[in-house]
């Protein structure tokens, strides 16, 4: 199983970056997909999350109005489009994988990507 994210970077506030994380070695569409962020010194947070059946979608409130989660079920992609950066959303933005089933709780994590928001 891999998660792994890319698109994170520095830039201004006010600007845009676009996060997307790729999924191998599960099957896809049947979990929901999370974006997840942890800055310095606090605890990690949920950010987005989107189901796998459906789309429904989910964001903190922090982010609500800014921050865009799809996925691609056929690519097998997740993307967290952020647009009206702050510095406060500098973080290292995780990618999270979550199914229930009568077996349990099946869950993945990427490694992260750092996003600075700094002038």
């Known amino acids: 199983v891999q998660l792994v994210e890319s698109g994170g970077g520095l830039v201004q506030p006010g600007g845009s970056l676009r996060l997307s994380c790729a999924a191998s070695?599960?099957?896809?569409?049947?979990?929901?997909m999370s974006w997840h962020r942890q800055a310095p010194g606090k605890e990690r947070e949920l950010v987005a999350a989107?189901?796998?059946?459906?789309?429904?979608?989910d964001y903190a409130d922090s982010v609500k109005g800014r921050f865009t989660i799809s996925r691609d079920n056929a690519k097998n992609t997740v993307a967290l489009q952020m647009n009206s950066l702050s510095p406060e959303d500098t973080a290292v933005y995780y990618c999270?994988?979550?199914?229930?089933?009568?077996?349990?709780?099946?869950?993945?994590w990427g490694q992260g990507t750092q996003v600075t928001v700094s002038s």
């Open positions: 070695g599960f099957t896809f569409s049947s979990y929901t």
């Open positions: 989107i189901s796998g059946v459906g789309g429904s979608t």
């Open positions: 999270r994988a979550d199914r229930r089933d009568r077996r349990g709780l099946s869950q993945y």
